[in-house]
């Protein structure tokens, strides 16, 4: 029963927050007409002292998870070059909304996503403010909250593609980014 007035409040102030949004988005569409682009992103910083930045991956089922940290939230997340976005679930935005990490005007609007099992799914577009791996960070990447309290972490091509050359050690369960 908690659990299910848990999620009626939770569908309840991500629909306000979406709706409020919607109000918003002639006001914003007019202060930027298109979306943010890869040469709007700021590139990785790196660090200084070294070229490479290497990451230990933890193997868990099967999936190999790394650490980050998100508007300055740790959390690990499954590195999955086959997902088009980050994306996190309704547990993880509402941890991040109510930190203040992620704000109203983070949230874009909506989007349909197809899942590994094909099904076809609803989600909602929002944007990162940062991307922390290792010493190298990205800032307004586009994310996505699939709508279930029990979605996985995945690190997609949103941010990896921006990170630009990226090995894999399985011997060593490690990721290097170049």
């Known amino acids: 029963m908690k659990y299910k007035l848990f999620f009626v409040n939770l569908i309840i102030i991500i629909s306000f927050t979406l709706s409020s949004c919607e109000n918003q988005a002639g006001r914003r569409e007019q202060q930027r007409k298109r979306p943010i682009t890869s040469a709007q992103r700021s590139k990785p910083i790196k660090n200084d002292s070294k070229d490479k930045t290497t990451i230990k991956m933890i193997e868990k089922g099967g999936v190999y998870e790394i650490p980050c940290k998100i508007n300055g939230t740790s959390m690990n997340f499954i590195f999955d070059t086959g997902a088009s976005d980050i994306t996190i679930s309704l547990t993880e935005a509402m941890f991040l909304y109510k930190q203040g990490t992620l704000k109203d005007n983070?949230?874009?609007?909506?989007?349909?996503?197809?899942?590994?099992?094909?099904?076809?799914?609803?989600?909602?577009?929002?944007?990162?403010?940062?991307?922390?791996?290792?010493?190298?960070?990205?800032?307004?990447?586009?994310?996505?909250?699939?709508?279930?309290?029990?979605?996985?972490?995945?690190?997609?091509q949103s941010a990896l593609r921006e990170y630009g050359k990226i090995s894999i050690d399985y011997t060593r369960n490690e990721i290097t980014f170049e």
């Open 106 to 156: 983070d949230f874009l609007g909506t989007q349909k996503y197809q899942i590994a099992n094909g099904a076809i799914e609803e989600g909602t577009v929002i944007n990162l403010s940062t991307v922390k791996i290792g010493d190298r960070i990205l800032h307004n990447v586009k994310a996505s909250i699939i709508h279930n309290m029990e979605a996985p972490l995945l690190l997609g």
